[in-house]
Nanobody
């Protein structure tokens, strides 16, 4: 059974850092598009970053501050978040889909984690 479990969320002050992890089980995800999404109250879900093979994508809001990485041997996806701001406050979700990321729209992701809360105070 496919399972994605996020961890690493928490509360930090503006300017701080957090590292999110997404442990994937059930199969090898080396050929999967894996992504981080976030959703803040009253806002639409946003794809923050995604990774497939050696390719990465970042939303404009994440560029220069967030880094997505993956350890395929451990089936784990990471999101290093630096210089966090209050507008980064959201629930962060890990998602996976068995195709290259450039073929995958947000609604196409079949596998989702339960989410981890990130709260940034000013």
């Amino acid at each position: 059974q496919v399972q994605l479990v996020e961890s690493g969320g928490g509360s930090v002050q503006a300017g701080g850092s957090l590292r999110l992890s997404c442990a994937a089980s059930g199969r090898s995800y080396s050929s999967y598009c894996m992504a981080w999404f976030r959703q803040a109250p009253g806002k639409e879900r946003e794809r923050v970053a995604s990774s497939y093979s050696t390719s990465t994508y970042y939303a404009d809001s994440a560029k220069g501050r967030f880094t997505i990485s993956r350890d395929n041997a451990k089936n784990t996806l990471y999101l290093q978040m630096n210089s966090l701001q209050p507008e980064d406050t959201a629930i962060y979700y890990c998602a996976a889909e068995g195709r290259p990321c450039w073929f995958v729209r947000p609604d196409d992701f079949n596998y989702w984690g339960q989410g981890t809360q990130v709260t940034v105070s000013s």
